[in-house]
Each structure stands twice: as structure tokens, then as C-alpha cells.
């Protein structure tokens, strides 16, 4: 079945140190998101590519990277200078807007 | 810019009872409109959509959502909640922002159901 995987579920980091969230679909969809969700603060975008090679800053860029080498994938680094980086992310693709959004299963980060 | 609130953060009601979501939206034309579910230390998953025809419209695990455009609503309904409907319920809008059509969501309702 078509989907979206997040890996891993869980993910704990030492302060300081870059890590990468996996985000892969299988769905054939041009564009692919990043989200970050805290408690009571609803979803906040990161980062959005609607083709592969090309990418765009969201609301919340500071302190993360992506690359789009390929459609299929959309992996996020969150940096040492993300200064709280403990919340959950979404990964989200879609083929047209008026289709709405498919989510992965997000990966919780905290920093230890 | 195009917007979304929901008023209501957090709402309680008994198993069995109706349920209504408030979602407001701020559009010009006619909006593509959008509810999805997220169950803890999940993704969201999507109940259901509008963007044309009957404003009344039916999603998956018995909900459906009324358009009113005179109102620049779509509350989300279900006629008898279940246990398992417990979840954080978003209310989403496509808007153009940074020069590409996204979703843009409202800040979600956390839904608790009493026994």
C-alpha cells in the first residue's frame, strides 16, 4: 500500500549535535512538507519542496536543513543551533492541493 | 492572508452525545475546506473535504461538516461520539502563501469522552 514512513518513531539527541529525521512516500507526490508540533501550539511549517531539487523556508526554517535529491524522499537535519528541538514532526506529501495532505506517523525528538 | 480559528480548544462530552467542532475560516472565493483527526503520537489522518456542490458533506467514521458561506464556517458534526473518537481535530484551508498554494490549519480542538 501507498504510504508515507517516518523513521524513526523515537529519536533522542545529545545537545549539540545534528540528527536526521527520514521521511519516504511511495506515493508518487510532487510536493512534501515538513512540520514541527509542540503542545497547544497546533502545527508549525518548517520546510516545503513542490518538486525535487527545489525547497522553500516555512514559518520556522531557523536551525533546520532539508534536501530534495530525490522525489521519493525529503529527509530533515535538525542543527545544533535549533535552540529547542524537542517536539514531534510530521512529514506531509501531496499530488494536488484540492486533494489535501497525506501525513507519516511522526517522529518524536528529544534532546537529552 | 487566509486564515483559520478554532474557537474552542478543548471540549468534553459523553459518549453517545452529538458533537460539533467550530471551524471559521478567512477567504475571498470559494475556499477548498479541510477536517482531519490525529490520534496521540499519531499523523493526521483526513475525515473530510470541501471545495465544491452540496455543502453538506460526509466523511469517514460517521462525521460530516456543513459549508456556510454566509458564516465563513465548516463545523465539523457527528450525531453519537464513541470512545474512540478521543483525538485532536483540525480545521484546514488552502491559501496562497509564499507564492504556492498550501494547507493552512487552525490551532485544533482536543476532544475528551466521558463514559
Known amino acids: 500500500d501507498g504510504g508515507i514512513t517516518q523513521s524513526p518513531k523515537y529519536l533522542f539527541r545529545k545537545e549539540g549535535q545534528n540528527v536526521t529525521l527520514s521521511c519516504e512516500q511511495n506515493?508518487?507526490?510532487?510536493?512534501m512538507y515538513w512540520y514541527r508540533q509542540d503542545p497547544g501550539q497546533g502545527l508549525r511549517l518548517i520546510y516545503y519542496?513542490?518538486?525535487?531539487?527545489?525547497?522553500q523556508k516555512g514559518d520556522i526554517a531557523e536551525g533546520y536543513s532539508v534536501s530534495r535529491e530525490k522525489k521519493e524522499s525529503f529527509p530533515l537535519t535538525v542543527t545544533s543551533a535549533q535552540k529547542n528541538p524537542t517536539a514531534f514532526y510530521l512529514c506531509?506529501?501531496?499530488?494536488?492541493?484540492?486533494?489535501?495532505?497525506?501525513f507519516g506517523s511522526g517522529t518524536r525528538l528529544t534532546v537529552v | 492572508a487566509q486564515s483559520v480559528t478554532q474557537p474552542d480548544i478543548h471540549i468534553t462530552v459523553s459518549e453517545g452525545a452529538s458533537l460539533e467542532l467550530r471551524c471559521n475560516y478567512s477567504?475571498?472565493?470559494?475556499?477548498?475546506l479541510f477536517w482531519y483527526v490525529q490520534s496521540p503520537g499519531q499523523g493526521l489522518q483526513l475525515l473530510l473535504k470541501?471545495?465544491?456542490?452540496?455543502?453538506l458533506v460526509q466523511g469517514i467514521k460517521g462525521f460530516e461538516a456543513e459549508f456556510k458561506r454566509s458564516q465563513s464556517s465548516f463545523n465539523l458534526r457527528k450525531p453519537s461520539v464513541h470512545w474512540s473518537d478521543a483525538a485532536e481535530y483540525f480545521c484546514?484551508?488552502?491559501?496562497?502563501?509564499?507564492?504556492?498554494?498550501?494547507?493552512?490549519f487552525g490551532a485544533g480542538t482536543r476532544l475528551a469522552v466521558h463514559p
Open positions: 506531509a506529501s501531496s499530488s494536488d492541493i484540492v486533494r489535501g495532505y497525506t
Open positions: 506515493l508518487n507526490h510532487d510536493a
Open positions: 519542496s513542490q518538486i525535487v531539487n527545489d525547497f
Open positions: 477567504y475571498g472565493a470559494t475556499p477548498y
Open positions: 470541501y471545495f465544491s456542490g452540496d455543502t
Open positions: 484546514a484551508v488552502v491559501g496562497l502563501s509564499g507564492g504556492y498554494n498550501k494547507l493552512i
